[in-house]
């Protein structure tokens, strides 16, 4: 399988613990993005890369949120101190990023964070 | 700013019925057009796109076309499977003048099908 893979698929936490998602884009995809999705809701943008550069970050995402891409690979997203509020589903997406007006995203299976 | 409406679910169908899942947008420029599929606990899936007016995606049965003078994106399908069951979600790309993008995205509609 060479989609976008995504671990865990279960997170179960409790409040103020952290926790950190790892996220394997499709391997020649250059752009790799973070969303959130919540009980019947479309996905919430979070943060994007281009390579292992961060080149936005939504204004939604607090401090207790960082995301990695080291070497422009997999990628990492950590969430501090959780709060009950954290709890979603964490998208991760990949896409190949040569040129804007006809690229498209792949998604991950996600990975569901619960926090007690 | 550029937005994607749907038409509100639960859409209920019996098996072998006709779809439409409506979806409209508004945007400058020349975006393309996606549906996305999520089923039950998994992922989002790429159903199908379009990237210009005129346009017809097409995957698994399922179709929409890119329509400039209504700025429509509606999905359909001549019969439906129990199997289609699921939410469907349309988004639209929106281009920055940075030459970035986002996916902007509809609420979702859930389709019901039923044997």
């Known amino acids: 399988d060479t989609g976008v893979s995504q671990d865990p698929r279960h997170k179960i936490t409790k409040r103020g613990q952290n926790v950190t998602f790892r996220c394997d884009p499709i391997?020649?995809?250059?752009?790799l993005y973070w969303y959130r999705q919540t009980l019947g809701q479309g996905p919430e943008f979070l943060t994007y890369?281009?390579?292992?550069?961060?080149?936005?970050k939504s204004r939604l995402l607090s401090d207790r949120f960082s995301a990695e891409r080291p070497k422009g690979s997999f990628s990492t997203l950590e969430i501090q101190r959780t709060e009950q509020g954290d709890s979603a589903m964490y998208l991760c997406a990949s896409s190949l990023g040569y040129r804007v007006s006809t690229d498209t995203q792949y998604f991950g299976p996600g990975t569901r964070l619960t926090v007690l | 700013g550029n937005s994607v409406t749907q038409m509100e679910g639960p859409v209920t169908l019996s098996e072998e019925a006709f779809l439409t899942i409506n979806c409209t947008y508004t945007?400058?420029?020349?975006?393309?057009l996606f549906w996305y599929v999520q089923y039950p606990g998994e992922g989002l899936q790429l159903l199908l796109k379009?990237?210009?007016a005129d346009d017809k995606g097409s995957n698994k049965g399922f179709e929409a076309t890119y329509r400039k003078e209504t700025t429509s994106f509606h999905l359909e399908k001549g019969s439906v499977q129990v199997s289609d069951s699921a939410v469907y979600f349309c988004a639209l790309s929106e281009v920055r003048a940075d030459s970035n993008y986002q996916l902007i995205w509809g609420a979702g509609t859930k389709l019901i099908i039923k044997p």
């Open positions: 890369f281009q390579n292992e550069a961060q080149l936005e």
């Open positions: 391997s020649e995809h250059n752009r």
């Open positions: 945007a400058t420029g020349y975006p393309s």
């Open positions: 379009a990237t210009k």
